[in-house]
């Protein structure tokens, strides 16, 4: 990797594993981050606009995950309620004998 990338480091956009011997070990999310940087660094933004950008982005994918997680969840309970609200249209069964044919008491 070239000077540039150690710069990732040191401004914390980019941690590789290292070997025992503290060789950088880079894992296929790393070269895809070093790629997105490069794009960054070409586009003509530092490294601290593009630390801004990589987290924005960051942010924005989570936000994605969480409203597709959202829908998903709406529509279960979308599904859920719908099942209720039918349930809760047929009419009511008892087992309550029919009025005044109860067992009578003794009285006295």
């Not at 070269?31 to 490294?47: V, Y």
């Amino acid at each position: 990797m070239s000077r540039r990338y150690g710069s990732t480091n040191a401004k914390g956009l980019l941690e590789p594993d290292r070997t025992q011997g503290g060789t950088r070990r880079y894992s296929d999310a790393d070269i895809t981050r070093l790629r997105r940087i490069s794009e960054l660094i070409a586009e003509g933004i530092n490294l601290t606009g593009i630390g801004r950008v990589l987290g924005l982005e960051a942010d924005n994918a989570g936000l994605h995950a969480d409203n597709a997680d959202l829908r998903t969840r709406n529509a279960t309970l979308k599904t859920t309620n719908a099942a209720l609200q039918a349930n809760n249209t047929r009419p009511e069964i008892t087992d309550a004998p029919p009025h005044g044919t109860g067992v009578r008491r003794r009285t006295g």
